[in-house]
Nanobody, 118 residues
C-alpha cells in the first residue's frame, strides 16, 4: 500500500491549506485513515482520523488543538483523504504524514511540510 501526500507549503498565520492523501488501494478496504504531524524536536502526534471502511459511517476524531479549525474528509471514488486546515497558526508548523490502519497493519505516506509564518 502506498500513500501519497501533497498540498503542504508556506502560509501566513490565519491562512488555509488543504492536504491530500492518495492511496494505491481502495480506501474503503482500510479501517481508518488519518493525518499525523511532527514538529522539530517533538514526537509525532495525531491530528485527525476518519473511519473509511465501507461499512462505517465515516466518523471522525480530532486532536483538541485542531478542533474547529481542521476538517478531515474522504472521497472513496478517488481513494483519497483530505485535511482542510483553516486559521493556521505558527504552532501548526510541522511535517504532516498520511496514515492508514487496517487491523494490525499500519501504512505511512511520505510527509509534506507545512510552515506557518509571517
Amino acid at each position: 500500500v502506498q500513500l501519497q501526500a501533497s498540498g503542504g507549503g508556506l502560509v501566513q498565520p490565519g491562512g488555509s491549506l488543504r492536504l491530500s492523501c492518495a492511496a494505491s488501494i481502495r480506501i474503503f478496504s482500510i479501517d481508518v485513515m488519518g493525518w499525523y504531524r511532527q514538529a522539530p524536536g517533538k514526537e509525532r502526534e495525531l491530528v485527525a482520523t476518519i473511519r473509511t471502511k465501507i461499512s462505517t459511517s465515516g466518523s471522525t476524531n480530532y486532536a483538541d488543538s485542531v478542533k474547529g479549525r481542521f476538517t478531515i474528509s474522504r472521497d472513496n471514488a478517488k481513494n483519497s483523504v483530505y485535511l482542510q486546515m483553516n486559521n493556521l497558526q505558527p504552532e501548526d508548523t510541522a511535517v504532516y504524514y498520511c496514515n492508514g490502519r487496517d487491523g494490525p497493519r499500519i501504512y505511512w505516506g511520505q510527509g509534506t511540510q507545512v510552515t506557518v509564518s509571517s
